[in-house]
């Protein structure tokens, strides 16, 4: 995902018009529109402030997006901007968008479009075992369910987004840690708290790094 990608998503994701932004911006639609249709040029260090502030963006991820576009460019590798979130995922067992960090550039090999993604940077060592160590950055596809045996992310009561193996046995659900040193996690399939929110696609080794 590009710049013109970026503004044009997160635009949506808030429900702004392009009036919205062109009056934070202090610039007329057309000038808006030819951003998000990658008619960009160059963008004034004020207009990136604004526009960042109305996105709820770092400033740093429209500067950085740009600097991502030569860099990967240069190395011939394809890349999309997927949304990072923190831990925790709402009540209601996802993610809202005012709670994302930032836009992170991810390889976009073996994956389709960048709406259908989330990313999480690993904490602690429980799915060592799976290769996966703290500060990596863990690439999941959006889902509600998962099958026997796969990598995704749940949140239950406490509504902390975790990592972990999906198991069944014997009609129970077990959230299994790839790390022996760590207790598997029951879960009655009842439980309304539970919620599956995304299947593993890929990590990103030392993403803290």
Request: charged share 25%; net charge negative; aromatic share 8%.
């Amino acid at each position: 995902m590009d710049i013109k990608d970026i503004i044009k998503t997160r635009r949506k994701e808030l429900r702004l018009s392009l009036l919205d932004i062109a009056k934070a911006c202090d610039v007329s639609e057309a000038t808006v529109s030819r951003w998000e249709s990658g008619d960009i040029g160059d963008m004034k260090r004020s207009r990136i402030a604004s526009l960042s502030k109305v996105l709820k963006l770092s400033p740093a991820v429209i500067v950085g997006t740009i600097e991502d576009d030569e860099m990967y460019s240069n190395v011939g590798i394809g890349y999309m901007r997927i949304p990072l979130y923190p831990p925790i995922c709402c009540g209601n067992g996802g993610f809202a968008d005012e709670d994302i960090v930032e836009y992170v550039p991810v390889p976009s090999k073996g994956l389709s479009d960048p709406s259908h993604y989330f990313c999480q940077i690993a904490e602690g060592d429980s799915m060592k075992d799976a290769g996966i160590d703290e500060g990596d950055l863990l690439v999941f596809e959006k889902t509600s369910s998962v099958y026997n045996g796969m990598i995704g992310a749940f949140c239950v009561d406490e509504n902390e987004a975790m990592c972990k193996k999906y198991t069944e046995v014997n009609g129970m659900i077990i959230l299994q840690p790839m790390n022996s040193e760590y207790p598997v996690i029951p879960v009655d399939p009842l439980n309304e708290h539970f919620r599956c929110v995304g299947k593993l696609k890929k990590s990103i080794k030392n993403f803290n790094d």
